[in-house]
């Protein structure tokens, strides 16, 4: 749609007053499969397109979307947003629109629809054929592969006008394993903002193997011990604890309504000196990044606590309204039919400097978490309770047998306050994050860390001393 009338629905949104308005609109094309029971349950390829409007008069959003993107339709919402009752927020002069420059785009070298659907098909059965053939205690696969391509337009009532093509592929393999009344899964995962050359660093007969030995390697696992003990998360964990117990309180709107244990602490010392923590979707091939945010703002790198400290928090254009500042890139939504959040993109611990086998060696009896799981997390006093998928127990600084069970609970502020080694190595997780009913795309990652006092929860009699 031409920028002219795309002006002339700004107008229509701004006619009654208002702060700021913006359009969002979007295409997407989708391919999904999923192989379970050794067949392939669906095949589903679809494309849907649509725009969202939004009007923030008085600090509140006003927000209606459609599939009909006939400029009547548009006008018709626009008037309808407008049309609501009288505000002390007198809208500003609405500027011409003018073209954001991109500062980057995404790079696939090997686009997905350079690929047929018959060969995305065979890829997942060969990973479906490669999970069963590791031991014959797996019960069930189930593999996924899910490609996505967006292209969205914003335009915003401060004169811009920011488009992006935004890829985005996902190939999932989980495995269930029985023996004798016992049951373990395995879960890995392979993807990002990336086209299918990422099979061949992660090819799927790999990832599928990756999760199906997890699965069975826990089955021989003992049980895990319980209490308090030192607990080494590998970089290969994925920042799960770093998303769940840290990002979401630095998301504005939470710290703002006094929803997170990090709320008014800008400038206070939270965590390590050791500890820097970012959130940067500019990062390329993560799963998490994007050239603008979903209200166009350029993405760029945030840093969130510096040596310890808290420097700032992710804002959305609404939140950096209320709080008389710019926003940071962080305003995401799901699709056309969902209003903009402040988000995390891609967050992670930057590393250190010390060897992650140094750090194991430190360890006298503890516990080595390889692969986290899922998990609980208060953000209002910072508490949590995570999983963990894959652990091992640390004797005299080696790493010893699998354990099963495990869980780390403890206090995200106190945590990473006592944090005492951080790795030179960095490594990622990715997943969909939800919030408020929206799932975004999201990686974060941790170097190797060293708690040296957390409870671990498990099912193996007393804890390991320290």
């Given at each position: 749609m031409e920028?002219?009338?795309l002006?002339?629905v700004l107008s229509?949104l701004?006619?009654?007053g ?8 979007e ?6 499969i999923l192989c379970e029971?050794?067949?392939?349950e669906h095949?589903?390829?679809?494309r849907?397109?649509g725009?969202?409007?939004?009007l923030?008069k008085?600090?509140?959003t006003?927000?209606a979307?459609?599939?009909d ?5 548009l ?8 049309d609501?009752?009288p505000?002390?927020?007198p809208a ?5 629109l ?11 070298r090997i686009?997905?629809?350079?690929v047929?659907l018959?060969?995305?098909v ?6 479906n054929a490669a ?8 019960r069930?696969?189930k593999?996924?592969y899910r490609e ?6 914003i335009?915003h009532?401060?004169?811009?006008f920011c488009?992006?093509e935004?890829p985005?592929?996902l190939f999932a393999?989980q495995v269930?394993a029985?023996q004798?009344?016992l049951?373990q899964?395995?879960?890995?995962v ?6 299918m050359e990422i099979?061949?660093e ?5 990832v599928?193997?990756k999760a199906a030995?997890r699965a069975v390697q826990?089955?021989?696992?003992a049980?895990a011990p319980?209490g308090p003990m ?5 970089s290969?964990?994925?920042g ?6 840290v990002?979401?309180?630095l ?6 309504e ?7 602490r800008?400038?206070e010392?939270i965590?390590s000196?050791?500890?820097t923590?970012?959130?940067?979707p500019?990062?390329p ?5 994007y050239v603008?945010d ?7 790198r945030?840093v ?8 700032d928090y992710?804002y959305?254009?609404?939140h950096a309204?209320k709080d008389g500042r ?21 967050t992670?611990?930057l590393?250190g ?6 750090i ?7 516990l080595l978490?390889?692969?986290m ?5 208060n953000?209002?006093?910072?508490d949590?309770?995570f ?6 127990r640390?004797e005299n ?8 069970g ?7 502020p106190r945590?990473l306050?006592?944090i005492d ?6 490594g ?5 994050c939800g919030k408020?009913g929206q ?8 170097p190797t ?8 929860g498990?099912v193996?009699g007393s804890?390991?001393?320290i």
């Amino acid at each position: 749609m031409e920028p002219e009338r795309l002006s002339q629905v700004l107008s229509s949104l701004l006619s009654r007053g208002g702060s700021f308005a913006d359009i969002f609109l979007e295409e997407t094309e989708l391919t999904s499969i999923l192989c379970e029971d050794d067949k392939i349950e669906h095949i589903v390829s679809g494309r849907e397109q649509g725009a969202g409007l939004r009007l923030i008069k008085d600090f509140q959003t006003f927000y209606a979307s459609t599939t009909d993107l006939r400029l009547a339709r548009l006008q018709e919402l626009a008037r309808s947003l407008a049309d609501q009752p009288p505000t002390f927020d007198p809208a500003p002069p609405l500027p011409p629109l003018e073209p954001e420059p991109a500062p980057w785009s995404h790079s696939l070298r090997i686009s997905p629809e350079e690929v047929s659907l018959e060969e995305k098909v065979r890829m997942v059965m060969r990973a479906n054929a490669a999970a069963r053939s590791v031991d014959p205690r797996i019960r069930q696969v189930k593999v996924s592969y899910r490609e996505g391509f967006r292209r969205l337009c914003i335009v915003h009532s401060q004169g811009r006008f920011c488009q992006e093509e935004r890829p985005g592929l996902l190939f999932a393999v989980q495995v269930v394993a029985a023996q004798d009344g016992l049951i373990q899964t395995g879960y890995e995962v392979a993807g990002g903002t990336v086209g299918m050359e990422i099979f061949a660093e992660s090819p799927p007969e790999a990832v599928a193997e990756k999760a199906a030995r997890r699965a069975v390697q826990m089955l021989q696992a003992a049980p895990a011990p319980a209490g308090p003990m030192t607990v080494v998360l590998s970089s290969e964990a994925g920042g799960t604890m770093i998303h769940e117990a840290v990002g979401h309180g630095l998301e504005s709107d939470l710290a703002r309504e006094g929803l997170s244990v990090y709320s008014g602490r800008r400038g206070e010392a939270i965590a390590s000196p050791l500890i820097t923590v970012v959130d940067d979707p500019t990062l390329p091939g993560r799963r998490g990044s994007y050239v603008f945010d979903d209200e166009g703002c350029p993405s760029r790198r945030t840093v969130l606590i510096e040596k310890g400290v808290l420097r700032d928090y992710l804002y959305d254009r609404l939140h950096a309204l209320k709080d008389g500042r710019d926003s940071t890139g962080h305003g995401r939504r799901q699709s056309f039919q969902h209003r903009p959040l402040p988000r995390m993109s891609n967050t992670l611990i930057l590393p250190g400097s010390t060897d992650p086998a140094e750090i194991v060696r430190s360890v006298s009896s503890g516990l080595l978490v390889k692969k986290m799981g899922g998990g609980q997390v208060n953000t209002v006093n910072g508490d949590f309770v995570f999983e963990v998928s894959e652990g091992y127990r640390i004797e005299n600084g080696q790493v010893g047998e699998p354990v099963r069970g495990a869980t780390l609970i403890g206090n995200g502020p106190r945590i990473l306050q006592e944090i005492d080694m951080v790795g030179s190595d960095l490594g990622f997780g990715l997943g969909t994050c939800g919030k408020d009913g929206q799932g975004a795309p999201v990686s974060d990652g941790q170097p190797t860390l060293r708690l040296p006092r957390i409870i671990v929860g498990g099912v193996g009699g007393s804890g390991l001393s320290i």
